[in-house]
């Protein structure tokens, strides 16, 4: 099984060429995802951040690609998994300290705008990792 730590952030960083906006909250969702038996969860969380962010993808180029057929189609998708993301934020926080809990609640669960904005940057964050992690698994 993969091990994620701070490192794995960095690597996946150089490896991706980006910088990580949400590095802080990816390592505290992965230390809560070790302190309470959810790295799997956590693993499908990426995988779902990976997803969320193709899906946001083809809703920037989708008027200008003939193979995109209904957009109404793929925002519903995309509404249901970033609803996707939040559960499984919530699921891996759900042990966690009232600080961490308020913390992403703050940041992640209330319906603003800026809410979407920030989701938005972690998901993108995640979906890298996520592209990091298959380069790994191929690898070996």
Known sequence: MQQYDINTLNSAEDFTNSVFTKKDDIMILISESYKNNKI???E???FTGKYVNGLM???KTGSNNPEVKSLDHV???LSDNMEKVISQIKEITLNSSVEVKNEF???YF???PE???ILSELVSDLDALKRYINHLKRST
């Open 110 to 112: 209330n319906l603003i």
């Open 105 to 107: 609640e703050k940041k």
């Open 40 to 42: 799997e969860i956590f």
């Open 115 to 117: 809410t979407f904005k």
């Open 44 to 46: 499908e969380l990426c």
């Open 75 to 77: 925002k519903k998708d």
């Open 57 to 59: 993808r083809v809703i």
